[in-house]
């Protein structure tokens, strides 16, 4: 049990840091997106490089926010009926919901997120969508990671789920 609880509290480290710190790239996002609206329309000229670098930072912010929003609980989720549900009922549907849905969608998500961010290292394959070419390994390696962290912070979760239906776990 000692193991389970320095697992549950070190990944839910992992994903406080990267969602307390990942967020700032959204300060770095709408900057971008000022300067290229600036540009743009008052000075006319407008960037090559602004989509780029937009679409891989919005990504970037999406994909490693999902952890910090599942260890907080800030899913969309069907309240009205867990509400109704007895509790052992309830943690019986999400540990089921876990198995059946949760860990094959992360699974693939992340063996595919692999896939593609190897094969683009070593293709050092370079964006077709703008004209400046940037490299997209860099964001593409950013995939497997995130969805890495969400695996393990559903594990963390499913982990307190079984073991509270078990009787195993009270929050310290």
């Not at 943690?91 to 997120?113: E, K, M, T, W």
Request: overall charge positive; proline content about 5%.
């Amino acid at each position: 049990m000692k193991h389970l609880r320095w697992f549950v509290r070190t990944v839910g480290s992992i994903s406080e840091w990267t969602g307390t710190h990942i967020c700032f790239l959204a300060f770095v996002l709408v900057f971008t997106i000022t300067i290229d609206v600036f540009l743009r329309y008052f000075v006319n000229a407008p960037t090559k490089w602004s989509y780029d670098v937009t679409y891989m930072l919005g990504g970037t912010l999406f994909l490693m926010s999902i952890s910090y929003v599942l260890l907080h609980g800030g899913h969309v989720s069907i309240d009205i009926l867990r509400k109704r549900l007895p509790p052992k009922v309830g943690l019986s549907l999400d540990i089921a919901l876990h198995l059946l849905l949760f860990f094959p969608l992360i699974g693939v998500l992340f063996y595919a997120g692999t896939t593609h961010a190897i094969t683009s290292i070593i293709q050092r394959e370079l964006s077709n969508v703008g004209f400046w070419r940037p490299p997209l390994y860099p964001f593409r390696t950013m995939i497997p990671i995130a969805f890495l962290i969400v695996l393990l912070q559903g594990l963390a979760r499913f982990i307190v789920d079984v073991c509270t239906l078990a009787g195993k776990w009270e929050e310290s």
